[in-house]
């Protein structure tokens, strides 16, 4: 079945130790979302891909940065991770464009010790 | 700015009854609407989506209401069923990106 893969599902390091979360999809999809969600609230938008192009969203730390290197796979590199880092990070794809669907990955939970 | 908010952040519902989750949001010139839904420890799962052109949509369970006129939201659950225990956001959009609501938690109770 077409889907969004994260890899992993959990993920432990420590504070200021950098770490990669990955995302994959089989959808063929030409847009990539990051999204970090904490407890009870609802997703935030770090910064999406459109093809290869980056666009970051304006209040999105510097800590976080991106990559893809091709159409399947999207990583979020954190630099330098904080406590308050600590969050569900979600994947998304879609086709592109406006009125277009998200698909979601069953996201990564960092914890940071 | 914009901003898409939830007036109940808990709806509790008896199992069989009709749920109703309501959601407003303020930027008139959003075009496309969606609900997901969240368990516990998941992603966002989509449920149903509504373009601007319509009010109303349904889908197996779950009907989508649309009034532009008060920028308002509206997800109904027919017969709730257990398994329908989740957080469910509503989303806004006239771009290539969602504005999310803030969240309303499902719970069903036999």
């Known amino acids: 079945d077409a889907m969004v893969i994260q890899n992993p599902r959990y993920q432990v390091t420590q504070f200021g130790k950098p770490v990669t979360l990955s995302c994959s999809q089989t959808?063929?999809?030409?847009?990539m979302y990051w999204y970090q969600q904490k407890s009870s609230q609802a997703p935030k938008l770090l910064f999406h891909?459109?093809?290869?192009?980056?666009?970051n969203e304006a209040d999105t730390p510097d800590n976080f940065q991106s990559r893809r290197p091709n159409t399947s796979f999207c990583f979020l590199d954190i630099r330098s991770p904080g406590l308050g880092d600590a969050a569900m990070y979600l994947c998304?794809?879609?086709?592109?464009?406006?009125?277009?669907?998200?698909?979601f990955g069953p996201g990564t939970r960092l914890l940071v010790l | 700015g914009e901003s898409v908010g939830l007036h109940l952040p808990t709806l509790s519902v008896q199992e069989g009854d009709n749920s109703i989750i309501n959601c407003a949001y303020s930027?008139?010139?959003?075009?496309?609407f969606i609900w997901y839904k969240q368990e516990s420890g998941k992603g966002p799962q989509f449920i149903i989506d509504?373009?601007?052109?319509?009010d109303k949509r349904q889908g197996q369970r779950v009907t989508v209401l649309l009034n532009k006129t008060v920028k308002h939201l509206s997800l109904q659950i027919a017969a709730t069923q257990p398994g329908d225990s989740a957080v469910y956001f509503c989303?806004?959009?006239?771009?290539?990106?969602?504005?999310f609501g803030t969240g309303t938690r499902l719970q069903v109770f036999p």
């Open positions: 998304a794809t879609s086709r592109g464009g406006v009125q277009e669907t998200q698909y």
């Open positions: 959808l063929n999809h030409n847009v």
């Open positions: 891909y459109y093809d290869k192009d980056f666009n």
């Open positions: 930027n008139s010139a959003s075009d496309y």
């Open positions: 509504i373009r601007s052109n319509m």
């Open positions: 989303a806004e959009s006239n771009t290539d990106k969602l504005i």
